[in-house]
């Protein structure tokens, strides 16, 4: 089975820009979360979302919004980009006994 | 929001040698979650506890959920140098936020 993928790998962009990232759970799961890990420190939790809808919101400004799709997929958008924003951002997979898989990162960097 | 705190920050590991980290937090948890995570890749799953004073291995890893429900231990017996990584642990909260600790970097000792 295929486990959590994520798009694109990397990517760089201007301060200023905006920036969507991708995520597909594992087959079944119905819950998506998104992190952000900048170097050196543990993933922050973004958002959570399960059937579409946001379930959980972390403390992040209003430029970061997601969504997800009825095939459970989800999207992640930053809008109005700052330096600061450049950190690995991973999206989990939650299986129905709150066990969260990782998938391998998008790589952000804001220059 | 909740604040883990995981020590050690970093160790050396000698092959064969039994490592332990832990982790606390001022919040009480529902569910304790160990994860290791290797350069330019996502975190993976190790352990999942669900109970207070759980005890559930996997393999050379042991973790126990604290009964107090703030606080958990990650041991790793007879270590191996593939061990070396960063081990973070994470707690989940009924507001559906999973909090992470800062982690602690595993290393072999030269």
Known sequence: DAGVTQSPTHLIKTRGQHVTLRCSPISGHKSVSWYQQVLGQ???????????????????????SARQFPNYSSELNVNALLLGDSALYLCASMSSSYEQYFGPGTRLTVT | GQQLNQSPQSMFIQEGEDV??????????????????E?????????ALYKAGELTSNGRLTAQFGITRKDSFLNISA????????????????????????????????
């Open chain 1, 42 to 64: 543990g993933p922050q939790f973004i958002f959570q979302y399960y059937e579409k809808e946001e379930r959980g919101r972390g403390n992040f400004p209003d430029r970061f």
């Open chain 2, 20 to 37: 332990s980290m832990n982790c606390t937090s001022s919040s009480i948890f529902n569910t304790w979650l160990w994860y290791k995570q």
């Open chain 2, 79 to 110: 270590s191996i140098p593939s061990d070396v990584g960063i081990y973070f642990c994470a707690g989940f909260s009924n507001d559906y936020k999973l909090s992470f600790g800062a982690g602690t970097t595993v290393t072999v000792r030269a």
């Open chain 2, 39 to 47: 350069p330019g890749e996502g975190p993976v799953l190790l352990i």
